[in-house]
C-alpha cells in the first residue's frame, strides 16, 4: 500500500469516526428531549393524581355530611319531633 492509499484509508476513518461520534450527540440529545418530556408528563400526572384524590376527599365529605343530615331529619321525624308538622 504507498502513502497516498494509506492517508485515504486514514481519512476515511477519522471521517467516519467524525460521523460517528456525530450521530451519538444527536442521539444523546434526544434521549435527554425525550427524558425531559418523561418527567414532564410523570409531573402532570402526579398534579391530576393529587388534585383528583383532594376532589374525592371533598366529595366524601359532603356526602357525609349530607347522609349525617338526613339521618337526623329522618330520626326526628321518627320522633314525632317535626315542630308540630303533620
Do not use: C, P, W
Not at 376527599?57 to 355530611?65: F, I, M, S, Y
Not at 343530615?69 to 321518627?78: K, M, P, S, W
Amino acid at each position: 500500500m504507498t502513502n497516498e492509499e494509506l492517508e485515504r484509508v486514514m481519512n476515511f476513518i477519522i471521517k467516519r469516526q467524525e460521523r460517528m461520534t456525530a450521530q451519538q450527540e444527536q442521539q444523546q440529545f434526544f434521549i435527554n428531549t425525550l427524558l425531559d418530556s418523561q418527567n414532564t408528563l410523570t409531573a402532570t400526572v402526579t398534579r391530576i393524581a393529587e388534585t383528583q384524590g383532594q376532589q374525592i376527599a371533598v366529595l366524601t365529605e359532603n356526602l357525609n355530611n349530607l347522609t349525617a343530615t338526613v339521618d337526623r331529619y329522618i330520626h326526628a321525624l321518627g320522633n314525632g319531633s317535626n315542630n308540630g308538622s303533620s
